[in-house]
């Protein structure tokens, strides 16, 4: 069995995450092609991070609704990154998931691994008694797929691989401020809404529980045990 290090950042800055995460794939990458230093163990990152919008490489930025002073005065910042998906919001509240697994010591290639990330958060929020599932033609995890106009979207995937090795992740809205879902378009959809656990429950839902649930779920589904 893969032994993965796991890591919760609690709160930290977006572009301190992102250059952890390079680091760390970057040396995963080395490994893997030079053969003469020591093996890295894959991580897995728990982080929340302050107000932040973050557009993929193939996203449109007309899809972020706000201009820069706006953007200030709402204390958000906004990064163009290398990951795949349109644009996403991330902020406190919201459990935000980077693996950087080299997909080839889990056997899968990378439809299979964004399944397993979105079967995870979809168990994990069966434990919670919200029914999720995925969405024809979309990543991410959903509720109320049959009813186009109550459809609504609780986790954002949007990854990058490279020499098999991942990078970014998802985002679980637990607590999260929904309020700023509607200074964008998220991920490029102008007609379908956004949630939370919160929302959905109807009370404030425990990020420590809902992290342990989320890790175990991660665990069993690809096959991994903590270093």
């Known amino acids: 069995m893969t032994r993965v290090k796991f890591i ?28 003469n230093v020591p093996d890295p163990l894959p991580c897995l990152l728990f982080v929340e991070h302050p107000h932040v919008y973050t557009l993929g490489k193939s996203g ?21 990154t290398d990951r795949g998906g349109d644009i ?18 889990f056997g899968i290639g990378v439809k299979k691994y964004i399944w397993n990330l979105e079967e ?14 995925r969405f024809e033609g979309a990543t991410g995890v959903w509720i109320d797929t049959r009813i186009p ?17 991942t990078m970014h ?4 809205n637990v607590n999260t401020t929904l309020e700023y879902f509607r200074h964008i378009n998220p991920c490029g959809f102008t007609d379908k809404g956004v949630t939370s ?20 779920k991660l665990s069993s589904q690809f096959g991994f045990q903590l270093a």
């Open 60 to 80: 449109k930025e007309n899809n972020l609704l706000i201009n820069p002073q706006f953007l200030a005065s709402i204390n958000a910042t906004y990064y163009k």
């Open 149 to 165: 106009a109550r459809s609504r979207k609780i986790c954002a995937i949007g990854v990058k691989v490279s020499r098999g090795i």
């Open 197 to 216: 656990m919160e929302k959905e429950l109807g009370t404030l839902q425990s990020m420590q529980e809902v992290k342990q649930t989320l890790l175990k």
């Open 120 to 133: 995870s958060i979809i168990l994990t929020l069966a434990a919670f008694g919200i029914t999720a599932e």
């Open 169 to 172: 992740g998802f985002a679980l």
């Open 88 to 105: 996403t919001y991330h902020g406190p509240g919201q459990i935000v998931g980077y693996p950087i697994f080299d997909l080839d010591m």
């Open 8 to 35: 919760d950042l609690g709160l930290r800055d977006y572009k301190e995450a992102w250059d952890l995460q390079q680091d760390i794939q970057d040396r995963l990458i080395r490994a893997k092609t030079s053969g």
